[in-house]
């Protein structure tokens, strides 16, 4: 038999092995916590869900979590708009998110290498999400789509991503990236089979399509004008399709069955009566203002331009050559110097002037750099006399002296 002190010696010792052993297993799985983040806590990073404040955008909105998205890209604004579908059908602007990097400049994307940003409509499928990406997360865009492979144009690996890195891509942080990622995972989940990215140079406004109005680019801009133009006045994403190398909107072709080929010819077809109405009258208040505008930036143009040449032609006159540097020496006559040198030294400033032609009248206006000295001898201090003296500008020295003065009143005797 053990004694009572032995039974409580084994018990004491078994009980410290227990609790060595349970303080291993919790330092243990602090340290697995803390080299899995992705497996712990907020967890995998294409498995995280939208932020709170985009949650709270869609209750605010009417929106299902798995209502269907559509995309929206503008490069000179370096934005990324996401659009959802709320309850009534329609779509409503989410979110917009600043695009941290873009690469090349406002145009379409032509070839491999070239290392520019596509613009175009864009169909995004599951199979182009890639939660492993080298860039945190991404979706690859599908260039070439249909209208590119036609015109060919050739490019890989076009991509929104994270990481803030672009060679040809969007990129967005790594905190944006996942929240569009998640958006998008969860709208194929309520059943989206794939959604749509717009991108386009700017926001297609009559100002924007003005100022741009003499870029190579701007028949390619105004067809991507007219998908931007569909969903402004529909809300909806347009059904895009491409034949004889051009994009075409919402069109439904007349003969069941005959389809869009992007080289072919258009087959015969059709836009909803009420679109293309909608349509049609946006883009005639548009092309108006588009006018309007494109004439007032001609003028101002015209002006700056005119305001060049003539700063040049000056320039070209009194610029740092030897020869230019006596003329405007010889222009500023000393105080003492004689009235026929101040005289040629003005003809020589007007002479060197520049001329210009009045548009309207066709008359020649010279300029004049300096106005015309008024010769007279003298010194400077006699000349100040002689003029402000009060016997008369025109008085000469001989006139100026004081002769006697006659008075017929008679003063009267002193007290």
Same mark, same amino acid.
């Given at each position: 038999?053990?004694?009572?002190?032995?039974?409580?010696?084994?018990?004491?010792?078994?009980?410290?092995?227990?609790?060595?052993?349970l303080g291993s297993l919790v330092i243990a799985a602090g340290v697995l916590a803390a080299c899995q983040a992705d497996e712990f806590g907020a967890g995998p990073k294409h498995l995280r869900p939208v932020s709170d404040s985009i949650k709270r955008k869609m209750t605010d909105l009417n929106m299902s979590s798995t209502s269907p998205i559509m995309i929206r890209? $503008?490069?000179?604004?370096?934005?990324?708009?996401?659009?959802?579908?709320?309850?009534?059908?329609?779509?409503?602007?989410?979110?917009?998110?600043?695009?941290?990097?873009?690469?090349?400049? =406002?145009?379409?994307?032509?070839?491999?290498?070239?290392? *520019?940003?596509? /613009?175009?409509?864009?169909?995004?499928? &599951?199979?182009?999400?890639?939660?492993?990406?080298?860039?945190?997360?991404?979706?690859? =865009?599908?260039?070439?789509?249909?209208?590119?492979?036609?015109?060919?144009?050739?490019?890989?690996? =076009?991509?929104?991503?994270?990481?803030?890195?672009?060679?040809?891509?969007?990129?967005?942080?790594?905190?944006?990236? !996942?929240?569009?990622?998640?958006?998008?995972?969860?709208?194929?989940?309520?059943?989206?089979?794939?959604?749509?990215?717009?991108?386009?140079? $700017?926001?297609?406004?009559?100002?924007?399509?003005?100022?741009?109005?003499?870029?190579?680019?701007?028949?390619?801009?105004?067809? %991507?004008?007219?998908?931007?133009?569909?969903?402004?006045?529909?809300?909806?994403? &347009?059904?895009?399709?491409?034949?004889?190398?051009?994009?075409?909107?919402?069109?439904?072709?007349?003969?069941?069955?005959?389809?869009?080929?992007?080289?072919?010819?258009? &087959?015969?077809?059709?836009?909803? &009566?009420?679109?293309?109405? @909608?349509?049609?009258?946006?883009?005639?208040?548009?092309? !108006?203002?588009? *006018?309007? %505008?494109?004439?007032?930036?001609?003028?101002?143009?015209?002006?700056?331009?005119?305001?060049?040449?003539?700063?040049?032609?000056? @320039?070209?006159?009194?610029?740092?050559?030897?020869d230019e540097a006596e003329i405007t020496t010889a222009t500023i006559p000393s105080a003492d110097q004689p009235a026929s040198s101040a005289g040629n030294a003005s003809a020589v400033a007007a002479a060197s002037a520049p001329v210009e032609t009045n548009g309207e009248t066709g008359e020649t206006a010279v300029e004049t750099a300096f106005a015309p000295q /008024?010769?007279?001898?003298?010194?400077? @201090?006699?000349?100040?006399?002689?003029?402000?003296?009060?016997?008369?500008?025109?008085?000469?020295?001989? /006139? @100026?002296?004081?002769?006697?003065?006659?008075?017929?009143?008679?003063?009267?005797?002193?007290?």
């Amino acid at each position: 038999m053990k004694t009572p002190a032995a039974l409580q010696k084994r018990v004491t010792g078994n009980g410290a092995g227990k609790a060595a052993r349970l303080g291993s297993l919790v330092i243990a799985a602090g340290v697995l916590a803390a080299c899995q983040a992705d497996e712990f806590g907020a967890g995998p990073k294409h498995l995280r869900p939208v932020s709170d404040s985009i949650k709270r955008k869609m209750t605010d909105l009417n929106m299902s979590s798995t209502s269907p998205i559509m995309i929206r890209i $503008f490069k000179e604004e370096s934005e990324l708009e996401v659009w959802k579908q709320t309850r009534t059908g329609k779509y409503k602007k989410l979110e917009e998110f600043e695009i941290c990097k873009w690469s090349g400049k =406002l145009g379409p994307k032509f070839k491999e290498g070239d290392r *520019q940003a596509p /613009e175009g409509f864009y169909e995004i499928t &599951p199979a182009l999400m890639n939660p492993n990406s080298s860039y945190h997360l991404a979706f690859n =865009l599908g260039y070439p789509n249909r209208y590119d492979r036609a015109h060919g144009r050739t490019g890989s690996h =076009l991509m929104v991503h994270g990481a803030c890195s672009s060679r040809g891509c969007y990129a967005m942080t790594d905190e944006q990236v !996942e929240d569009i990622y998640a958006l998008a995972r969860d709208s194929f989940k309520g059943g989206q089979k794939s959604f749509q990215v717009q991108a386009f140079p $700017f926001r297609m406004t009559p100002e924007n399509m003005a100022r741009h109005r003499d870029s190579e680019h701007l028949d390619y801009w105004n067809m %991507l004008k007219t998908g931007y133009d569909h969903f402004e006045v529909t809300q909806k994403p &347009p059904k895009v399709s491409v034949c004889e190398k051009k994009y075409v909107f919402d069109a439904t072709t007349l003969v069941e069955g005959v389809p869009f080929r992007a080289s072919a010819k258009c &087959p015969e077809y059709q836009v909803h &009566p009420s679109i293309s109405s @909608a349509v049609a009258s946006k883009q005639s208040k548009d092309d !108006e203002k588009f *006018q309007q %505008l494109a004439a007032r930036f001609d003028a101002r143009e015209e002006r700056q331009q005119r305001r060049e040449d003539r700063n040049k032609r000056i @320039a070209e006159v009194f610029g740092n050559s030897g020869d230019e540097a006596e003329i405007t020496t010889a222009t500023i006559p000393s105080a003492d110097q004689p009235a026929s040198s101040a005289g040629n030294a003005s003809a020589v400033a007007a002479a060197s002037a520049p001329v210009e032609t009045n548009g309207e009248t066709g008359e020649t206006a010279v300029e004049t750099a300096f106005a015309p000295q /008024e010769q007279s001898s003298g010194s400077a @201090a006699g000349r100040f006399l002689k003029r402000w003296v009060p016997f008369g500008s025109k008085t000469t020295e001989a /006139e @100026a002296s004081v002769g006697p003065i006659t008075t017929d009143v008679v003063p009267g005797a002193k007290p």
